[in-house]
């Protein structure tokens, strides 16, 4: 018999809707009395702790979502991932980012041959080109030793990769083997960010990586030719050759840019680019800066937890339990955002991050067959480090909407200071607020709690918590390359999770299309009128007059400009 088109069309689905009234009354007070309740929603995986006992949920509240999975076939679609089957419909693609941190004898295969093999090619290429440029056998034009790296990118080529890197950037491990060099990011088309990155750099200790799969997306090839100009300005044409690389899978215009191919770093297209963090696109400016070794552990923490992942039963298994109640708060009690909390400076980009991952993988309004959701799915993302983000949006969190949080909480603190004469370390300060807020989101403080406190009549009302905030910890043994592996992975297959539940395509992207196809046009257009003094036309009143009124404001540029790089 043919599963239902919708998952919404299912019993479980049906049975989850009906308990949510169930749900509403309780409070997670009465919730968090019951002890072994709480025990039971407590998973442990390789030293990682999640605590889910402050969801808005009962034991039977999971077995009706374990239900939902078996309805939406989940184990199958995971099977059907790892075993390389076109899972990404729309762009006939194979989903395999977890053959990018695989070990070097495992078989995963794509079309049916063995993508293992080419991964770890590229690796080994990764390997041996940065152990040069490191040791200073690879040097630049002058003969110089190129200590700073500008990594060229936009979307997935810059936001997992700098997440990455701030987070190592404070390890003592990585930190160490980082002495003496600096990893740059270049993202935005903004000349400011240009001005930003090369602002106190050297051409001739600068070692430049484009990526850009196609070698066509136009911010990114955009940067990459002022960064060409820079350079040759400075060292020559022939000087490029030697002071860029690129990540690419178009060798031909690699080369027509004046890059090596010799020096161009394949992926390929069963990588997204928001799950492209652990190919050559993170894994070769990852590894200029801290060195092979250390990105490798990297690696392996993500590869942990694809095989936890893949055969950890679902009511033991983090990244599954996390996606379901994702989806039991946005499709069933109406919470549509999520807050990404960690509790480490080091993981200050890491909810940009995830930003990308879930919001474009999810993000949809259309079933894997096109048909029209008749539910809510995809969360709004947005986060801060702790206690950072208890300065800035945590009053609405506790006294306005409902906003279910993620807790991620470290151990032990990569950079531990210690004050004779205090009350207790930094970190203690830090994780102190991190095991309070939690308990202060549920639990609330009542008007009856204030009255005995004495608090004025009139300020009662402002000083009431309701609480029954639901959120979720997850506590990591420490930060090192290992543990930031571990948990790229945990939310990438979450991610995937809520998509496969919710029946959607998390691997394909068409939302980003549009305002580049339009933006064509407007880019037309401009050139048209500073060259040839046209009109502007052919678009509404409201984006003719915005345009007319920019142009005016800078009929100063002249038509033929001269090249001008940024002065600071």
């Known amino acids: 018999m043919a599963s239902p088109a919708l998952i919404s069309e299912t019993q479980p689905w049906n049975d989850l809707k009906g308990h949510v009234e169930d749900i509403k009354r309780t409070h997670l007070r009465e919730l968090m009395a019951d002890a072994e309740r709480c025990r039971s929603m407590m998973v442990e995986f390789d030293n990682i702790l999640l605590d889910y006992s402050r969801q808005r949920a009962t034991l039977d509240t999971i077995d009706k979502l374990l239900a939902l999975a078996e309805a939406a076939s989940l184990k199958q679609k995971i099977d059907r991932m790892y075993n390389g089957e076109r899972i990404n419909s729309t762009e006939n693609r194979t989903v395999l980012h977890v053959a990018l941190r695989a070990p070097r004898d495992a078989v995963i295969c794509s079309d049916g041959k063995n993508v293992v093999p080419d991964v770890w090619n590229v690796l080994d290429k990764i390997k041996e080109f940065s152990e040069r440029v490191r040791s200073g056998s690879w040097v630049g034009a002058t003969g110089k030793v190129l200590k700073d790296v500008i990594a060229v990118g936009i979307g997935g080529s810059f936001l997992g990769p700098l997440f990455v890197h701030t987070a190592l950037q404070t390890d003592p491990e990585a930190s160490e083997h980082a002495r003496g060099r600096q990893l740059r990011f270049l993202a935005n088309v903004d000349p400011i960010d240009v001005a930003r990155n090369i602002s106190g750099l050297d051409p001739e200790t600068t070692l430049v990586v484009v990526v850009s799969k196609t070698f066509t997306t136009a911010e990114t090839m955009l940067n990459a030719r002022t960064l060409r100009e ?15 690389v690129a990540v690419s899978t ?5 080369e027509k840019f004046g890059i090596d191919p010799n020096n161009a770093f394949a992926f390929w297209d069963w990588v997204g680019g ?9 894994v070769l400016p990852l590894s200029l800066q801290y060195g092979f070794p250390i990105v490798e552990k990297f690696l392996k923490g993500a590869q942990s937890i694809d095989q936890h992942f893949h055969t950890a039963p679902f009511d033991k298994n983090i990244p599954v339990l996390l996606g379901l109640l994702s989806v039991w708060n946005v499709s069933f009690l109406g919470y549509p955002a999520r807050a ?15 930003q990308q991952v879930s919001m474009e993988s999810n993000g949809k309004g259309v079933s894997i067959d096109g048909v029209p959701l008749p539910f809510e799915a995809g969360e709004i993302d947005f986060g801060e480090p702790g206690t950072n983000g208890q300065h800035s949006f945590y009053q609405l969190i506790h006294q306005g909407r409902v906003i279910p949080c993620d807790f991620i909480g470290v151990v032990k603190s990569q950079q531990p200071v210690y004050l004779k004469g205090e009350v207790v370390s930094n970190h203690d300060e830090l994780m102190s607020n991190f095991f309070a807020q939690p308990d202060a989101l549920a639990y609330g403080k009542t008007p009856e709690q204030l009255q005995t406190e004495n608090v004025a009549h009139h300020l009662i009302p402002h000083k009431t918590f309701t609480g029954n905030r639901p959120s979720l910890s997850l506590l990591l043994p420490s930060l090192t390359a290992y543990n930031i592996g571990q948990l790229l992975a945990i939310y990438e297959h979450r991610v995937a999770v809520q ?15 549009l305002g580049k196809s339009l933006a064509t046009q407007v880019r037309k257009q401009l050139h048209a009128s500073r060259v040839k003094g046209e009109p502007v036309e052919g678009f509404n009143y409201s984006t003719a007059t915005m345009l007319t009124r920019y142009l005016e404001a800078t009929s100063d540029v002249p038509s033929d400009p001269p090249t001008l790089l940024p002065r600071i």
Do not use: T
């Open 499 to 513: 998509g496969f539940i919710w029946g959607i395509n998390s691997f394909d992207q068409w939302g980003v299309e």
């Open 274 to 282: 928001r799950y492209s963090v652990c190919s050559a696109v993170g």
């Open 250 to 254: 178009n060798l031909p215009l690699v």
């Open 340 to 354: 990404i909390l960690p509790y480490s400076q080091a993981l200050e980009k890491f909810a940009p991050h995830i």
């Open 230 to 244: 820079w350079i040759s300005a400075a060292l020559g044409p022939s000087a490029v050759a030697k002071h860029m």
